[in-house]
């Protein structure tokens, strides 16, 4: 069971939390869900987590500050950055960010699913 990547889930949005966890799951994966940026951070889950899927706008840390700060941690792990508020400024920062995927809410399942598998297929950055 250890060889399931875990992919973790950071949004303020309970319903976006459980709804996005459970379709990751029903794909055989291991998910974390986080509240906000800092939860994530301070989780043990960090080092396990092959994927991350993160809002973008959230109170006190946004999605693309978390992003920003764990490539200066050195963490170079895949994200998919969601957002209600699909605006093209932020749109070219998550590119910028590197984002696997960049996708507006509500969004199609088949679409995040198919962010999520190629992210896997990269290879893992060290921690």
Known sequence: MSDVPMIAIVDDDESV???T?????SFG???AVFDSAEAFLASPA???TRCLVTDVQMPSMSGLELVELLRARGVGLPVIF???FPEERIRRRAQEAGAAG???KPFDADTMMGFVLDALKRPTPPN
């Not at 966890?21 to 799951?25: E, I």
């Open 17 to 19: 939390r459980v709804a």
């Open 21 to 25: 966890a459970s379709l990751v799951r």
């Open 29 to 31: 994966f291991k998910t």
């Open 46 to 48: 960090l080092p396990q």
């Open 82 to 84: 969601i957002t209600s």
């Open 102 to 104: 960049f996708l507006s």
